[in-house]
């Protein structure tokens, strides 16, 4: 197997503080020389200047930075205009997303599904860009059935996409019988796993239950019972998460993708317990 690839994602901060703080964990992270730092995209574009303030003030570090996009609520003629901006910029890896309109909007946009935002950013840009886009082990919360989903993902992919990034779970299983399914329909690029490192139960149940990642009952008992007790919660997290990475590497998993949450100690920690 060729070196599993890993990868570090943030949030674009909204204040000099949080500025401040995620340049501190983009030191410490960077100590770790991940392929490529990533950072997100808020709903609708409402990040849009702060994603590429940050991509490039990683990029001016050195480090190899990704933004990512997503297409829903937007015209053919804003993609265009932000895809020029980031070729400008000499950006040539982005992750490519339908994303999720903001509440109050009706207006979708010329873009309903991710597919057609890697077709047009094909179509447009040619191979300029490695795009990654979303898979979903435990299938996204919209899809009408199980294949469905695997079907659009395979749509995207055959749109040209390069490899992909999954949303986060915690049952190894359900990535493996995701992977072996993608690999049974002919899809060859690398699916890696997202990882999302537990330190706080209320606000990981409010993301799962948002995203459509299962906490195991067990997971979710344990978290429970340690009520506001946050050593043990980072505790049970740190074992929980490093065995599951240390899984999904074992059993074949082409890297690892690290929500980080702007914090580099649960994703340092994970990876010095891995011995990566
Ligand atoms: P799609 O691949 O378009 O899929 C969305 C739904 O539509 C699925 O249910 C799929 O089955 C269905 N579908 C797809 N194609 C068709 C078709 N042709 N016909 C009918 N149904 C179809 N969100 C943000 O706002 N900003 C971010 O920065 C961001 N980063 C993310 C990074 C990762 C790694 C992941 C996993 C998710 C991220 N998200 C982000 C969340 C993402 O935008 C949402 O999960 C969104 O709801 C779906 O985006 P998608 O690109 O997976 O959509």
Known sequence: MRDPAFS???????????TEKLRATRQQLAQLRPKFFSVTYGAGGSTQDRTLDTVLEIQREGLPAAPHLSCIGSTREGILEI??????????????????????????????????????????TGDWFHIEVAAYPEFHPQA?????DVLHFKRKVEAGANSA??????NADAYF??????EA??????????????????QLARFSDACGAEIP?????????????????????????TALCARLLE?????????????????????????L
């Open 165 to 170: 990034i999954t949303q986060y779970f915690f």
């Open 83 to 124: 895809l020029e901006r980031f070729r400008a910029h000499g950006i040539r890896h982005i992750v490519a997303l339908r994303g999720d309109l903001p509440s109050g909007t009706v207006d979708v946009g010329e873009f309903r599904f991710a597919q057609e935002l890697v077709t047009f950013i094909r179509e447009r």
């Open 144 to 148: 009408r059935s199980a294949h469905e």
């Open 185 to 202: 329909l002919g899809l060859t690029i690398p699916i890696v796993p997202g990882i999302m490192p537990i330190t706080n139960f209320m």
């Open 177 to 182: 019988n995701f992977a072996e399914e993608c």
């Open 251 to 275: 059993q074949g998993a082409p890297g690892l993708h690290f929500y980080t949450m702007n914090q580099a100690g649960p994703t340092s920690t994970i990876w010095a317990r891995l011995g």
């Open 8 to 18: 570090f994602e943030f949030f674009p901060p909204k204040t000099p503080q949080g």
């Open 217 to 241: 009952r067990w997971i979710r008992r344990k978290l429970e019972g340690f009520g506001d007790d946050v050593a043990s919660i980072r505790a049970f997290g740190l074992d929980t998460v």
